[in-house]
């Protein structure tokens, strides 16, 4: 991302801000994993999405119209002992040298120094809540500046949350930020597969979820989005299965949901497939079903269409399934209207998609589900996962199926950004049967 792009952002929020307010925004922290170990660190996606600074412990904080700059940072100094152990730090200098800031102080100077910023702005807007620490610590300021109003102080006397301004500014993509979640689809559609080519009886669910992490490193996307699930056989009927522990047999489906996050953008991909690579004919009736759901879905993804159209066209069709496979009996809109199918299909179609892989941005507005309009992107990820019960005929029991594409919603309708990963069951035996033909030849 460009240094035009943040200062773009930035410029929006502020506007957003308006005169006579303030805003607060934190870096993460670093967390421990056990004694002195880090987990990985990651920035927080609202700061990362103003700032692009990268280091943690880091304060942004933005005054529209202020005379000396309106984007503040604190930020680590350099500190070459410590700079000897961790590597570089970007300190005050690159705070406003690389990163834009119109001003930098060291973070020892954040106490001495917020409340001056604070006096005589009328509305603050911070993080409030998320955590306990920063809301003490923001009251702190603020009652500082409220013990001197007798010397002419002023302290603010509305409060409200950063996220309500900067989360609808994220939820429609910029095409930069497209960019970036193109580059992710692709990777982890590379990815999906190399594992539909790769994938056999006898191998472990870690083998291919160690494979999937290989290509998406490869390719330059060094993390994962989110924890990738490979379930095989009854595991993928376990919505958020994360053992991959278990041994591909013969016969089986597996269903892997997985995706690369690239330069800060997610991707979410879900793929089902035979781990032999020929879809026996219940496998083939029920995949049929989920892969119809979700082109019903996808036509209801498009502006104009709010949000809840695309799940309720796959829970119409995967209920007149349903009926038609003898897992259900009655009529569909009855059934609809009685949750009937939500033992088989117990989540919702989709969820947005973008810095956070389930990301920002609320899904209704004023008591209405939101209304589709171009930039937003969504997951698309209708399924089905049968038990092994009586209700269930015993050719369809302990199977889990589940198709999830990104999709980009254009001026004209939609893109699918994971088109790459095959999903047609035809095309998945195609491409899996001429990688087994070259590796038996």
Wanted: hydrophobic share 35%.
């Amino acid at each position: 991302m460009t240094a035009a792009e943040y200062k773009r952002r930035r410029r929006t929020l502020c506007k957003s801000i308006g005169s006579g307010g303030l805003a607060i925004l934190p870096a993460a922290r670093e967390v421990i994993r056990n004694r002195d170990v880090h987990y990985p660190f990651r920035q927080h996606s609202d700061f990362s999405y103003v700032t692009g600074f990268p280091e943690p412990n880091a304060v942004a904080v933005f005054m529209p119209g202020r005379q000396d700059g309106e984007f503040i940072l604190f930020c680590r100094p350099r500190d070459p002992e410590r700079e000897q152990w961790d590597g570089e730090r970007i300190g005050v200098e690159g705070a406003t040298e690389r990163f834009g800031a119109d001003q930098a102080h060291p973070l020892t100077e954040l106490d001495a120094i917020m409340p001056t910023l604070i006096d005589g702005c009328e509305r603050l807007y911070y993080p409030i809540g998320t955590d306990a620490d920063l809301d003490q610590q923001v009251m702190g300021w603020v009652n500082q500046v409220r013990a001197k109003t007798r010397t002419g102080a002023v302290a603010p006397d509305t409060f409200i949350t950063i996220e309500s301004l900067l989360h609808e500014q994220r939820l429609r993509k910029t095409r930069s930020e497209l960019t970036q979640m193109r580059r992710a689809a692709r990777i982890s559609a590379q990815a999906h597969r190399r594992l539909m080519c790769h994938c056999s009886p006898g191998m472990k669910e870690l083998d291919l979820e160690a494979d999937f992490q290989h290509t998406c490193v490869t390719s330059g996307a060094r993390f994962n989005a989110y924890q990738t699930i490979v379930g095989s056989g009854t595991n993928a009927c376990v919505l958020h299965y994360i053992a991959n522990d278990g041994v591909l047999r013969d016969g089986d489906l597996v269903l892997i949901d997985a995706g690369c996050e690239f330069d800060g953008y997610a991707s979410d991909i879900t793929r089902t497939f035979p781990v032999n690579g020929r879809f026996t004919a219940p496998q083939r009736e029920l995949y049929d079903l989920v892969l119809k759901a979700q082109q019903a879905a996808i036509d209801n993804a498009r502006p104009g269409h709010r949000w809840h159209e695309p799940h309720d066209a796959a829970v119409r069709v995967l209920t007149e399934g349903l009926i038609q496979l003898g897992i259900l009996s009655g009529k569909v809109d009855q059934l609809i209207q009685d949750d009937a199918y939500k033992p088989y299909y117990m989540h919702r179609t989709g969820h947005w998609l973008g810095m956070d892989v389930h990301d920002v941005g609320t899904y209704q507005r004023d008591g209405q589900w939101r209304v589709f309009e171009p930039g937003m992107v969504l997951t698309v990820e209708p399924g089905l996962y049968l038990p092994d019960t009586d209700a269930v005929p015993a050719s369809y029991r302990r199977i889990g199926i589940r198709i999830e594409d990104d999709v980009l919603i254009t001026e004209t309708g939609n893109d699918i950004l994971s088109a790459a990963a095959p999903k047609h069951p035809d095309a998945i035996e195609a491409l899996m049967a001429g990688h087994h033909l070259r590796v038996k030849s």
